[in-house]
């Protein structure tokens, strides 16, 4: 069975740093995609970013682009957020999930909820002001 498991939310502030980790069981963590999403109170799930299964590719979201790093460590089969310069308009509930790797293309990024099969909990990220 998949299971992901996200850790390393908190309460924060404003301008501080957080790592996010997602420990993954049950997959063959390097044919998948791996992305990251966060989901504010009242408001659609968002794409954060996301990296191929090379380790090396990556995508982000405008917003966080200079703030936010994806990283990947195949032999743990555990993917990471390192968040930077946190903002309150940061807080969320962050949420990895799996992507099916197509054709064994690393240019598959996908930034679509729909296109994630596995998910994650979540694990909350409180920035105060």
């Known amino acids: 069975q998949e299971q992901l498991l996200e850790s390393g939310g908190g309460l924060v502030q404003t301008g501080d740093s957080l790592r996010l980790s997602c420990a993954t069981s049950?997959?063959?963590?390097?044919?998948?995609?791996m992305g990251w999403f966060r989901q504010a109170p009242g408001k659609e799930r968002e794409f954060v970013g996301c990296i191929a299964a090379n380790g090396i590719t990556t995508d982000y979201a405008d917003s966080v682009k200079d703030r936010f790093t994806v990283s990947r460590d195949n032999a743990k089969n555990t993917a990471y957020l390192q968040v930077n310069k946190l903002k309150p308009e940061d807080t969320a509930v962050y949420y990895c999930a799996a992507a099916s790797r197509k054709l064994r293309s690393n240019d598959y990024l996908p930034e679509k909820v729909r296109q994630y099969i596995y998910w994650g909990q979540g694990t909350q990220v409180t920035v105060s002001s």
């Open positions: 049950g997959l063959i963590f390097d044919s998948y995609v």
